[in-house]
Every structure is written in C-alpha cells, then in structure tokens.
C-alpha cells in the first residue's frame, strides 16, 4: 500500500465516513466494537425469532420488539372523547352532580315490521327493554307524513300480553296506530313511530326515538283490499325453530297437516337455527307446490328475549298474514291436531264463523313408550304410529287456539287477549291435539320402552294405550305419495 493510500486508510478507517473510521479514530475503539458488535448479534436473533415457531421457542415472543427500521409508519388519531360534564354550583350552595353513561344496556325500541291494518289503522311489532317496561313509563306516538308535506298524529295504543315471567332483556310491543280518519291512498306518505321513555320517574327527562315503520308509494293499497275475500282458508303461523330437529318428525308433521287442512291452506315457519339443510330438504317439495313459507329469524337471536321471541315472531305472522286466510292456527311441530268424530275440518269451522278464537285441549303423549307388536318393524312406523300411550293422569291441560284475525289485534302462545268478538272452548269429541313433547328436537329412535299391556303406571304417572292417530298413519302416507312422490322416502332421523 503506497504512503498516499495509507494516509487515506488511517484517515478514514478503510471506508470514508463510515463508523468503522469513527471507532478507529477513538481511544475506546475497542470497547466501542464490543458493544456495536454486541448490539447487531442481538438484533438479529431478536429478529430471527419472530419468524421461528412458537414450540421452538423457551419463551414467549409477544413482547419482542424487530429492530427498527427506516420505514416510516403513520400512526392514526384518536378523536377526542365527547365533552363529558362536570358538577356545577347552583344557588345556595346546592352542588349538581353529573352523570355520564356510556354503553348499550338495552335498546329503548327494537323494530321489526309494520302492517297496515285499514284505511285509519297500523300495527307496529317490535321489542324494547323489559325494565323499562316494569319500572318506567314508555309512550308511543304515531305520526302519518304525506308526500306532499302534510301530518297527522295519535296516541299510540301499547297491546299488552304476558310473558310469563320468562323475559329477560326484552319484550315484546305491539303499537296500534288509530287515526280518526283514514288516510289517502293517491297520495303516498310514510308511519312514523315515536318511542319515549319518560325517563320513568320525571316527565321533564324524556328521551325520544322516531322510528320510520312503514313507507308507503301512492296508490300502493286500496281500501277495497280489506273487503277482499282471503287467499287461505287456513293458515298456520309457526314457533320460532331452533336446535338440531329431526328432518323424519317434521316430514310426518308437515305431510299430516297439509292432508288435514287442505289445499287452500299455507304454512309459515320461523327458522331460528332449527331448519338445517337436512330439514330444508323434506320442507322444499312442500315449498315448491306452495304450501310453505320460510322466515329466516335468527338475527332476533341478539335480543334475549323469550323463548327466542316466540311471541315477537307470532304477532308479525298475525299483522302479515292477517287478510291472507279465513282462520290462523297457532300451536307447535311436536303437536298433531286431530278431529275424533266424522266431520270434516271445513264443516267444523262452519260452525264456528261466528266465533273470532276457539281453543282446543291437550293430549299428553309419551315419548318413550310404544308398542311390542311393533319390535321388528319399528323403523318403519312414524313417530305418531308408534308412540301411542297417552297420560292419564288427572290435571289441567294446556290448550292451543285459532282465530279469524281479521278481529284480533295481538295474539299470544296459548291465547289472545286482544280481539273482538266471541270466543269458545271445543270439546275433544270434536277437536284436540296430541303433544309428543321433545320429539322432533330429538334426532334419535322415540321408542325406549316396549309393552303389551293396554295400560301401565311408570314414576307414579298412569299411561293408557290410545290407538286413536295411529290410525291415520297409512292413510298420511299414501296422501304424501300421491302428492310428492317419492323425494323423501330416504329421510332419516
């Protein structure tokens, strides 16, 4: 190396302006290499573990931090928080103090439809926090805008029902909306609804949400189609769905039913997780000749309400459907309804046009206890062929019901109390319903117990055999056959 190049060396420490050069020029050159040295080993094994699998690794890499980079990275701004406020003063020394919430309890007012129920007259369903409902004081007010600019408003009448102590967060409200006079159907306009809470316990705090129910275009109804005859001489409005159901128990529910209302009946489901793609398939046959209708309901399952809403879901079906059919039933998928005497269902309705609600009683069926003559062919019974021991034992029985809805305002599970006319109770020697309680949420073989006897007493409850509806087995057979075909013959629990 010639003189010049070595004067440049020791200058520049080999590499000019670099921080070999700086280190060779200081007197701690030496513990300044050990710490650089140091200092890069462990940026690079610090570095090499965020990539290494965790199992390798004798401690946890979440609080590593890679060495930095000259990657600039632009770090989002926090909005600042809202003004919260403070406690003031007032005359005489009286201090105010503040309260500030944050957060979601419950929502004053959950909505879900609106139905026009005449020329002067809606129905608004939704839920609102049953809290509120038990300690405070919500009103609700209804406002019709036309198109052109011009409104009208009432008080809104909340429909009242129980809930049998079963709600949690929400309840149900039905809001009728009543106006003196009846609105223009030429014009167009929308239904306001306006939700207060009143704060419960001083009229001066109220809180109000206005909710948009219904938008409605000119000339989008007529008052001539409240007169109009229904579509549906039945129509059945089903429970909310839920749970893992068995597709062979709603295939015999669906194929009894639709033989025992007719042709000029529709029914509504209410998927609430229950109709699993194995069910969707014995319900699409029935789908395609139009006998059924699915809801899919499952985002109701962020309000907890009871029983997955049941009697949410049960009123939208009434206001929905309520000038589509002459009667609505209401009564459950593990429940047949059957007609003990020779009358057809359409001879007993006849003479029941008079009444708004009937209800019919109960038979409590066994769900495990079926007959020994059918041991070698039990795969081949229906459920309500095989399960033919009723209790017998002396107690209230539940009841279900139907009604003209046309005279009903709001409904419940068991009954209505929100209606006008007359209502009655039907004798089992004319109508009632066997209940298989559990059954078709159960995807397994009913049958656990086998007996010969005609009667039996299992945990101090007496069973009677009942061969009434397994009767009719063969004859629900034949009718799916002939209506559907085939499809289903391969559905299994």
Request: aromatic share 14%; proline share 6%; glycine share 8%.
């Amino acid at each position: 190396m010639g003189k010049i190049q070595r004067e440049k060396f020791r200058k520049t420490g080999g590499r000019k302006g670099s921080i070999f050069g700086l280190m060779w020029r200081n007197s701690y050159s030496s513990e300044l290499k050990l710490i650089f040295v140091a200092l890069l080993l462990f940026c690079s094994v610090a570095t090499l573990f965020q990539f290494l699998p965790t199992r390798f690794l004798p401690f946890s890499t979440s609080n590593v931090t890679p060495c930095p980079t000259t990657t600039t990275t632009t770090t989002a701004t926090t909005p600042p928080p809202p003004q919260q406020p403070s406690d003031q003063i007032l005359d005489h020394g009286v201090i105010k103090r503040s309260f500030y919430a944050v957060g979601t309890a419950a929502y004053n007012f959950v909505f879900m439809s609106a139905y026009r129920g005449g020329p002067n007259t809606f129905a608004v369903i939704g839920l609102s926090s049953k809290p509120l409902h038990d300690y405070g004081h919500p009103t609700y007010n209804c406002e019709y805008q036309y198109n052109n600019g011009s409104h009208f408003g009432v008080p809104g009448q909340k429909l009242s029902f129980q809930d049998f102590g079963f709600a949690r967060a929400y309840v149900v409200v039905v809001v009728n909306c009543t106006f003196p006079t009846g609105t223009d159907p030429s014009m167009g306009g929308r239904l306001l609804l306006h939700a207060s809470t009143n704060g419960g316990y001083d009229r001066d705090i109220n809180s109000t949400d206005t909710i948009i129910a219904l938008n409605e275009p000119p000339k989008s109804w007529q008052p001539s189609q409240f007169l109009a005859l229904p579509k549906y001489d039945y129509l059945y409005c089903g429970s909310s769905l839920f749970g893992n159901l068995s597709p062979q128990r709603v295939r015999e529910w669906i194929a009894y039913h639709v033989r025992l209302f007719g042709t000029k009946t529709h029914f509504v489901f209410n998927d609430a997780g229950g109709i699993h793609p194995e069910v969707m398939d014995v319900l699409f046959p029935w789908i395609d000749l139009g006998f059924v209708t699915i809801h899919d309901i499952k985002d109701q399952e962020e309000f907890d309400g009871f029983y997955h809403n049941q009697m949410l879901i049960l009123n939208d079906c009434l206001h929905r459907h309520r000038f589509d059919t002459k009667w609505m039933f209401f009564f459950d998928v593990d429940e047949y309804i059957y007609l003990p005497g020779e009358s057809s269902l359409d001879s007993i309705m006849e003479t029941l046009k008079d009444y708004t609600l009937f209800n019919f009683e109960q038979v409590s069926m066994s769900n495990r206890l079926c007959l020994a003559q059918d041991a070698g062919q039990i795969n081949k019974k229906w459920g309500f062929e095989k399960l033919v021991y009723k209790n017998a034992k002396k107690m209230r029985r539940d009841q279900k019901y139907a009604i003209q809805p046309k005279n009903v305002y709001a409904t419940g599970v068991h009954s209505s109390e929100n209606f006008v006319g007359k209502s009655t109770r039907l004798p089992n020697s004319i109508m009632k319903y066997y209940h298989y309680h559990g059954t078709v949420a159960e995807r397994r073989e009913p049958c656990r117990q086998l007996l010969k006897d005609s009667s039996t007493t299992i945990e101090k409850t007496p069973y009677v055999r009942d061969n009434s509806i397994r009767l009719m087995g063969p004859l629900v057979k034949k009718f799916e056959l002939n209506t559907i075909g085939t499809r289903l013959q391969s559905t299994r629990l």
